[in-house]
Nanobody, 121 residues
Framework: QVQLVESGGGSVQPGGSLRLSCTASGNIRSLNNMGWYRQAPGKQRQLVATITSDGSTNYADSVKGRFTISRDNAKNTVYLQMNSLTPEDTAVYYC???????????????WGQGTQVTVSS
């Protein structure tokens, strides 16, 4: 059984920074692509950033140049460094990961429970 747990959320003023982390635990044979998504109240969940197993990254236009996604494979952890935060970044942030639990299994996508990020004056 695999679980993803996010941490690092909180409240910050505009222009501030936060660093989110998400750690996968459980029976992990292979950890492939990982990513961050966010969902603001009344809106659909949107992609923020993704990172492949070899470090290739992709960002939503709204966060490009401000957010940085990274990973530590030894810790089964993905990070999201968020700088120059604005109120429009307020949302619940979710991580996800493609994980294979057995050598004979296919990859499955797992989601964390989310961490709240609030940007306000």
């Amino acid at each position: 059984q695999v679980q993803l747990v996010e941490s690092g959320g909180g409240s910050v003023q505009p222009g501030g920074s936060l660093r989110l982390s998400c750690t996968a635990s459980g029976n992990i044979r292979s950890l492939n692509n990982m990513g961050w998504y966010r969902q603001a109240p009344g809106k659909q969940r949107q992609l923020v950033a993704t990172i492949t197993s070899d470090g290739s990254t992709n960002y939503a236009d709204s966060v490009k140049g401000r957010f940085t996604i990274s990973r530590d494979n030894a810790k089964n952890t993905v990070y999201l460094q968020m700088n120059s935060l604005t109120p429009e970044d307020t949302a619940v942030y979710y991580c996800n990961a493609d994980i294979r639990e057995r050598i004979w299994s296919s990859f499955n996508t797992y989601w964390g429970q989310g961490t709240q990020v609030t940007v306000s004056s």
